[in-house]
Nanobody
């Protein structure tokens, strides 16, 4: 069983930056994705970005491409989401997610971190 803990959310103004962190503990896997989704009240959770272990390939949603950067520190088992040029529409609860990528169905979610961007 893996366990994910997020940190780094907060309240910022449009144009500011924030960095989210997601620390993984517990069981480890050789091939998996770690990434971020976000959700606002009344809407479905939407994909933001993900990074794959072990080759560190990345994916981004069109809405954040060029502004957000996902990275990973393997020594710390931590994934980061650097968010620059934040917009009010980036507001939401950001959830970290882990999916195994070795043919075994397994998903783990973090508890969520609130990001609020004021105009």
């Amino acid at each position: 069983q893996a366990h994910l803990v997020e940190s780094g959310g907060g309240v910022v103004q449009a144009g500011d930056s924030l960095r989210l962190s997601c620390a993984a503990s517990g069981r480890t896997f050789s091939r998996y994705y770690m990434g971020w989704f976000r959700q606002v009240p009344g809407k479905e959770r939407e994909f933001v970005s993900r990074i794959r272990e072990p080759d560190y390939s990345t994916d981004y949603s069109d809405s954040v491409k060029g502004r957000f950067t996902i990275s990973r520190d393997s020594a710390k088992n931590t994934v980061y989401l650097q968010m620059n040029s934040l917009k009010p529409e980036d507001t939401g609860v950001y959830y970290c997610k882990l999916d195994r990528a070795d043919g075994v169905q397994y998903t783990c979610w973090g508890q969520g971190s609130q990001v609020t961007v004021s105009s």
